[in-house]
């Protein structure tokens, strides 16, 4: 096996053209753990903890330019208040030496369809930022997982950056475990009040093959929001409305029993996470403060 | 590969380091640093909780090669048998080491805690200790340990070897 460390980006896209099938290192929370356990035997580990470009985050406009190696601790303390969905879902990360490591792009790399990052990032309809020696494109979240621990970048390809507009309303983030830290999700649930677009984005988490929006769902709720003129009145939803919306949340998502809950189960969290997470943020902006 | 690291104040050139082990193995098995212990490998327990240039990491999670030219504190670094840090002592007064395996990563997390936070209640104590796992002392008596350090290292503070900036 191979360690290259790269201190420049340059150097890092270099490296990965040269050796594409090298696996990309950051925080080492999944990949470390592989190499513990014998699970995975790369040809190559592509350090990237010393490319201070990917270490930053900065502003364009109201976009976040969020790099990929920014830490969950920096997203908690740093970014609050731009993208809340992410700050929140970033909280519920391991424990805080894991959240003092482990970062959103190497989330987005392990593609795992319980990755915390996944539901807040659809639910802000983020777009992922691809780099190769050829140049550079951004992928939108709706076409970035493309199976299970999989996603659209090449094998030349690093993930540089995560792009992110800055929140125009509410965001809400909710996961189901068997503890507060350290858990592995059994479901996960992010959703994301537009108002400006007058729309809904929602994402689910570990209850299909990728995480994934609930596209009708979203469409159903928008449609029921401005129909009834309550982006501008701010009223209370109306109770069947909300459980409308969670029953169609559950049935976007395809769940599978495994070690850590049911399928069943994973449906009707999903139905309840969405039902709660509504009530939450639109209690927010019917308070006026967001 | 040789690994040219910082541990605990003092440089290190480690020799015929595999490229895919973790900082903890090449602590432990190469560099005679015992006090940090492997039990999960998965980032689990907390027991190997290192600071890494002045944050706590789990080692086992950190490959050995991302420690060069970094700064490393283990928690032998933060005080000897002779010589042991407040935290250590309240681990000992309050009765919070039992078998002792998961004690090094909490005196190093509780080290980072009240470094950050000198007067932490109940619930931010809980929090900052919920990545490292004891299996024998119920918590109680490790909570007591925390409240006791903050305690003393309040009524006289204490020079910080962790490396942080802060």
Redesign the interface.
Known sequence: MEFLAATTLSDALAAKREQPEAVPLMGGTDVMVELNFDRRRPPALLDLTGVRELDEWSMDGDVVRLGAGVTYTRVIEELGQALPGLAMASRTVGSPQIRNRGTVGGNLGAASPAGDSHPPLLAAGAKIELASVTGTRTVSIDDFYTGVKSHAGRPDELITAVLVRSARGPQQFSKIGTRNAMVIAVSSFGLALHPDVKRVRTGIGSAAPTPRRAVEAESFLSSALEEHDLWETRAALADSLVREFGERVKAAARPIDDVRGTAAYRLHSLAVMARRTLGWAWADYAGGTA | ?RVTTTVNGERYDVDDV???E?LLYMLRERMGLPGSKNAC????C?SC?VYLDG????A????A??A??RQVTTVEGLGSAEDLHPVQQAFIAAGAVQCGFCTPGLIV?TH?LLRRDPHPDDAEIR??L???LCRCTGYEKILDAVRLAAETMSAAPVDDPSGAAS
Do not use: R
């Open positions: 590969m595999w490229e895919g973790s490998e998965q980032g689990e907390g909780t944050l706590p990491v789990c086992c999670l950190v490959a090669g991302q060069g030219g997390q980072d929090e900052a919920a990545g490292n």
